[in-house]
């Protein structure tokens, strides 16, 4: 069974850094993808970056570009989203999903494409 396990969410001032942690296990196959997503009150589920687990690709929507970057570390079954120069408007619950096999070398923002997610941790940004 794939679970996903996110930790490092908390409470910073604007401008602030964190890294979050995704622990994944259960995989029976090498091909996937991690995305990272997160929901704000009131808002819709928003992809925020993702990696692919053979080559690495990685995506990002534009109001993190610059800011995070997604790090996979495949001898702790571990993926990193470090944050840096974090904005009240990134409040929200960050959520780490995967794929099932064959998104070995793509990945994207699709809700769709990610069966299993964790439990979620929560970011909040003070102004």
């Known amino acids: 069974e794939v679970q996903l396990v996110e930790s490092g969410g908390g409470l910073v001032q604007a401008g602030g850094s964190l890294r979050l942690s995704c622990v994944v296990s259960g995989f029976t196959f090498d091909d996937y993808a991690i995305g990272w997503f997160r929901q704000a009150p009131g808002k819709e589920r928003e992809g925020v970056s993702c990696?692919?687990?053979?080559?690495?690709?990685?995506y990002y929507t534009d109001s993190v570009k610059g800011r995070f970057t997604i790090v996979s570390d495949n001898a702790k079954s571990t993926v990193y989203l470090q944050m840096h120069d974090l904005k009240p408007e990134d409040t929200a619950a960050y959520y780490c999903?995967?794929?099932?096999?064959?998104?070995?070398?793509?990945?994207?923002?699709?809700?769709?494409?990610?069966?299993?997610w964790g439990q979620g941790t929560q970011v909040t940004i003070s102004v």
């Open positions: 999903a995967a794929t099932p096999s064959g998104y070995g070398y793509f990945c994207s923002d699709y809700l769709g494409i990610y069966p299993y």
């Open positions: 990696i692919t687990s053979l080559d690495r690709s990685t």
